[in-house]
């Protein structure tokens, strides 16, 4: 089973992209080398997916929808738990449904309007997940979206949606982190979405994000944040609404002014959200004994996590470079 190899070459070969092509394939291949007992039954699943004759990718919001995949969607369903938990999505696959745990559409619908056209750009998705927002980002016309996401299974469940599709070839998503991409100040639009928390240098990412930059472009920046004046952070001990390593959630000022430490100018605070159990919900596509954020929140009042921490509560900037 090849995760990324076939479509790599298409890929990269793009008049800008192309000099990068040598040091992304070695540092992708060497990632696929960890060990894992699951991957056998994650080749068996796309192994079964390409037997399938491919269907048309599109929109049929809130869903990426695959539509005229030669199978029955029993069959796929089959396949496509072997791979769970599904945590970003919707899918629909023919008619079958696939709800992941958390409503992708309503972060999208949130930003869409608000950043620069994605139209012909070259887009860098940061700690993509399963490519559920890379995929949207190629929909909405971009000319290569290049994804990076260093946990495997959620390459595998790209893997599975591109097999079932004819269209993705301007999308890939590789097995590696932002620190072992090599510098490619190339992309017009960077997105960094759900990342930054899980940094243990938050001032380092930002950096990094920022050598992605090309002339003249816009960064996409999304993550925890706390309600607090400027320099207001928590840092929480242990877990935070159940999830591990979350180092360190500031306030928005306190995030503006990291932007500007880090060199980025224009920036515009464009969306702060509290994430409902609507948006983030237990489904059968995350496992047999699921739990989501209506079991992370105090169940004597849903503004507090079990932790006693503040509720999740999201915040989206943009900004240029
Ligand atoms: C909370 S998920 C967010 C997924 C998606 N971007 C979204 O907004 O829903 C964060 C993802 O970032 C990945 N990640 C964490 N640190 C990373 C890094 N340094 N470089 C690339 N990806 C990273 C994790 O593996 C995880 O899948």
């Given amino acids: 089973m090849k995760l990324f190899e076939d479509k790599f070459e298409l890929f990269f070969n793009d008049l800008t992209l192309h000099q990068f092509k040598e040091e992304c394939l070695s540092k992708s291949l060497k990632a696929l080398q960890v060990k894992n007992g699951n991957i056998p039954k994650w080749n068996e699943s796309i192994d ?44 629909l696959l023919n008619d079958l449904v696939l709800e992941s745990e958390w409503l992708g559409d309503l972060k999208w619908q949130r ?55 004819k269209n993705t070839s301007n999308t890939i998503l590789l097995p590696l982190r932002l620190e072992e991409l090599p510098s490619m100040p190339v992309f017009e639009s960077v997105f960094s979405m759900g990342v930054l928390y899980h940094q243990r240098d938050h001032m380092k990412h930002l950096l990094m994000l920022k050598k992605m930059m090309a002339t003249d472009s816009e960064l996409i920046l999304e993550t925890l944040i706390v309600d607090g004046p400027r320099d207001f952070t928590i840092e929480p001990e242990g877990r935070y609404a159940n999830m ?48 989501s954020l209506e079991d992370f929140l105090d169940p004597s009042d849903s503004n507090l996590t079990v932790e006693g921490y503040p509720a999740p509560k999201r915040a989206i900037f943009i900004c240029g470079n």
């Avoid at 029955?72 to 945590?87: D, M, T, V």
């Avoid at 390593?245 to 995030?255: A, I, K």
């Fill in 48 to 91: 079964e997916l390409e037997s399938y004759s491919k269907g048309e990718l599109g929109l049929n919001e809130p869903y990426i929808s695959i539509q005229d995949i030669g199978s029955s969607s029993e069959n796929i369903e089959l396949s496509l738990r072997k791979l769970l938990p599904w945590r970003k999505g919707p899918f």
């Fill in 111 to 165: 930003l869409n309007k608000k950043i620069r056209p994605l139209k012909n750009k070259r887009v860098l998705d940061i700690g993509a997940g399963n490519g559920y927002f890379s995929l949207r980002m190629a929909l909405e016309g971009a000319k290569k979206v290049l994804g990076i996401e260093p946990f495997m299974l959620f390459n595998y469940q790209f893997a599975a949606i591109e097999t079932l599709s």
């Fill in 244 to 291: 591990r390593n979350v180092y360190c959630l500031p306030s928005t000022d306190t995030l503006k002014s990291w932007l500007i430490d880090a060199g980025f100018n224009d920036i515009k605070l464009i969306d702060v959200t509290q994430t409902s159990t609507h948006e983030q919900s237990k489904t059968s596509w995350i496992g047999y004994n699921p739990a």
